[in-house]
């Protein structure tokens, strides 16, 4: 099948005529019919009959559709790459954040950012790690914020802040007494805690963090961000083990954090492509993120 073919048979099996491919293709409904008539006589075999006014999928071009579907998120990627080239540069920044710093760092770092750079346009969007590699690698955006190291060959990572995960927990689950000090390990032992979805990459370090743990923590519910993971804690569901940007985003009035110990070390990395140096803006940005980080995680201090 030629990739015209694939457009034609897409668009039939969406709309389910042939006129209405033809509309929503821009093209004669003719044109429509002269190409798909082409793709049978090509492959064999028919794509569709015509069932009380509708054209239907054959077994045969069902069998096709997974493959086709293949083809088409591939031209679909080839189409927003293309896109991405035409960009001007220096006239707009994209950049994606794990929901855990599009929260809480992005906004206040990107406010202080866009005073110094007002001509600037930005554009902010928010995914997990696996996906702000992959929309780096098709120009999509311009840096991403994670706290995960990709290790990408494509890919440039920069340390921009190193902290600890911490504990959250409601008010008064922890005595007063004990607020000032590290949570000890051992005191996870049974607690209701809310888990980490396996996609999450730190999932992994945790799991073995908490393997020294007898009996286990109560997992019952897990969560894909830290931030549902917050939500859970002030809904009293239990306590979580999550990052620090997430958990000061809590009510002081009613959560509390504490460090662990030993410390779970996190590392904040901004990360940008290898084969374009990022203009001299990007690094003022850098810097902003930077300092706000570090004056975020200074803050655990306070607790």
């Given at each position: 099948m030629r990739l015209r073919h694939i457009e034609i048979f897409q668009a039939i099996r969406q709309t389910g005529s042939v006129s209405a491919a033809a509309q929503l293709l821009h093209v004669s409904q003719p044109a429509v019919t002269k190409v798909l008539q082409h793709a049978e006589l090509q492959l064999g075999f028919p794509l569709f009959l015509r069932v009380r006014g509708k054209l239907l999928p054959t077994p045969e071009a069902l069998a096709l559709e997974s493959e086709v579907e293949k083809v088409t998120e591939s031209l679909q990627g080839v189409r927003r790459l293309a896109k991405?080239?035409?960009?001007?540069?220096?006239?707009?920044?994209r950049i994606g954040a794990i929901p855990a710093l599009a929260l809480s760092l992005l906004p206040p770092a990107i406010l202080?950012?866009?005073?110094?750079?007002?001509?600037?346009?930005?554009?902010?969007?928010?995914?997990?790690?696996?996906?702000?590699?992959q929309k780096l690698l098709m120009?999509?955006?311009?840096?991403?914020?994670?706290?995960?190291?990709?290790?990408?060959?494509?890919?440039?990572?920069?340390?921009l802040a190193n902290g600890v995960?911490?504990?959250?927990?409601?008010?008064?689950?922890?005595?007063?007494?004990?607020?000032?000090?590290?949570?000890?390990?051992?005191?996870?032992?049974?607690?209701?805690l809310i888990g980490l979805s396996s996609a999450?990459?730190?999932?992994?370090?945790?799991?073995?963090?908490?393997?020294a743990v007898e009996p286990p923590p109560r997992v019952r519910i897990a969560v894909q961000t830290y931030s549902l993971a917050r939500a859970m804690v002030e809904s009293g569901a239990g306590l979580a083990v999550i990052d620090p940007f997430t958990a000061l985003g809590a009510s002081p009035a009613t959560t509390a954090i504490r460090p662990l110990a030993p410390a779970l070390p996190i590392?904040?990395?901004?990360?940008?492509?290898?084969?374009?140096?990022?203009?001299?803006?990007?690094?003022?940005?850098?810097?902003?993120?930077?300092?706000?980080a570090q004056a975020q995680l200074d803050r655990l201090c306070d607790f």
């Amino acid at each position: 099948m030629r990739l015209r073919h694939i457009e034609i048979f897409q668009a039939i099996r969406q709309t389910g005529s042939v006129s209405a491919a033809a509309q929503l293709l821009h093209v004669s409904q003719p044109a429509v019919t002269k190409v798909l008539q082409h793709a049978e006589l090509q492959l064999g075999f028919p794509l569709f009959l015509r069932v009380r006014g509708k054209l239907l999928p054959t077994p045969e071009a069902l069998a096709l559709e997974s493959e086709v579907e293949k083809v088409t998120e591939s031209l679909q990627g080839v189409r927003r790459l293309a896109k991405s080239l035409r960009r001007e540069p220096g006239q707009s920044v994209r950049i994606g954040a794990i929901p855990a710093l599009a929260l809480s760092l992005l906004p206040p770092a990107i406010l202080e950012w866009t005073r110094d750079y007002p001509t600037i346009a930005c554009e902010l969007s928010s995914d997990h790690s696996r996906e702000l590699v992959q929309k780096l690698l098709m120009r999509e955006i311009d840096l991403a914020l994670t706290l995960n190291f990709s290790g990408h060959p494509g890919l440039t990572t920069q340390v921009l802040a190193n902290g600890v995960l911490v504990a959250l927990a409601s008010k008064g689950y922890w005595p007063d007494a004990e607020m000032s000090k590290p949570l000890p390990l051992i005191e996870l032992a049974d607690a209701p805690l809310i888990g980490l979805s396996s996609a999450d990459p730190l999932a992994a370090r945790l799991d073995s963090y908490l393997e020294a743990v007898e009996p286990p923590p109560r997992v019952r519910i897990a969560v894909q961000t830290y931030s549902l993971a917050r939500a859970m804690v002030e809904s009293g569901a239990g306590l979580a083990v999550i990052d620090p940007f997430t958990a000061l985003g809590a009510s002081p009035a009613t959560t509390a954090i504490r460090p662990l110990a030993p410390a779970l070390p996190i590392t904040l990395y901004a990360v940008t492509r290898a084969d374009e140096p990022p203009p001299h803006t990007l690094s003022d940005l850098l810097q902003v993120f930077s300092r706000r980080a570090q004056a975020q995680l200074d803050r655990l201090c306070d607790f």
